[in-house]
C-alpha cells in the first residue's frame, strides 16, 4: 500500500507565477490573432459606435421619405382607382423597406472595416454583397474630408479619396481619426511626389 500527502492541485495562469502569467498572455493573443485571421479581419480597423447610429438614423429618415411617398401614390391614384394588384405590390415594398431600416444597418455596421499601410487603402463594406475597394497609395490624386447633417450630428466624418478611376470613401470616421487619416495621407502623398521628383532629377 502506497502512502503519503495527496498531491497539491496544480494552479493553471497567473497562480503560476510570473512566467505562468506570461505564458497565458502570449496564448490569449496568438488565439485573439488567430480568430481575427479566420474571420478576415486582421490589420483592419472597426467603426465606432458614433457609425451605427448615425446609420440607423439616415436609414430611418430614408425610409420615412419612401414610405411618404409610396403611401402618397396609394391615397391619391390606387386607392381610387381600386387597383388592387398595385396596393398589394405597394405593401410588399412598405414591409420591406421597413426590413431594411431595421436590419441593414446592424450588417453594414458589422462588415464595414478599412485598413490603410504605406501601399494601399484597402476598404470592405457591404450588406446583401461584400465589396472591396483597394487603392495604391501613388494612385492617390487627392483627399478630403466632408461631413453630412447626419454626419455633424454624431460626430463622424468621410475621407473622400480621389484616384484616376474616380473617388474612394472611407465612411463614418470619428472626426478626430478622419482628420488622423487625411494628415498621414497627405504626408505620404507628398513623399511620394518628392521621391518621385528626386528620381526624376536623377534621370
Not at 18 to 30: A, L, N, Q, V
Not at 149 to 166: E, R
Request: aromatic share 8%; proline share 2%.
Amino acid at each position: 500500500m502506497i502512502s503519503g500527502r495527496a498531491a497539491e492541485p496544480f494552479s493553471v495562469g497567473c497562480n503560476a507565477g510570473k512566467r505562468g502569467c506570461e505564458e497565458e498572455e502570449k496564448m490569449k493573443t496568438e488565439q485573439t490573432r488567430l480568430e481575427k485571421h479566420m474571420s478576415g479581419t486582421e490589420g483592419y480597423e472597426k467603426l465606432s459606435k458614433r457609425a451605427l447610429s448615425c446609420m440607423y438614423m439616415s436609414g430611418i429618415v430614408t425610409g420615412t421619405v419612401i414610405l411618404v411617398i409610396i403611401g402618397a401614390v396609394n391615397w391619391f391614384w390606387l386607392i381610387p382607382e381600386d387597383i388592387s394588384v398595385g396596393m398589394w405590390i405597394s405593401a410588399g415594398l412598405a414591409v420591406l423597406i421597413l426590413l431594411d431600416v431595421i436590419v441593414s444597418p446592424y450588417f453594414r455596421y458589422h462588415r464595414y472595416r478599412y485598413s490603410i499601410n504605406d501601399e494601399c487603402i484597402d476598404i470592405v463594406e457591404g450588406y446583401l454583397f461584400i465589396k472591396r475597394n483597394i487603392v495604391p497609395i501613388e494612385r492617390l490624386h487627392k483627399l478630403q474630408t466632408a461631413r453630412g447633417p447626419f454626419d455633424q450630428l454624431f460626430k463622424v466624418a468621410k475621407v473622400v479619396v480621389t484616384t484616376g478611376g474616380g473617388d474612394v470613401t472611407i465612411s463614418f470616421l470619428e472626426e478626430e481619426k478622419a482628420e488622423q487619416i487625411a494628415d498621414s495621407l497627405r504626408r505620404r502623398i507628398n513623399e511620394i511626389v518628392t521621391e518621385q521628383r528626386s528620381e526624376d532629377g536623377n534621370r
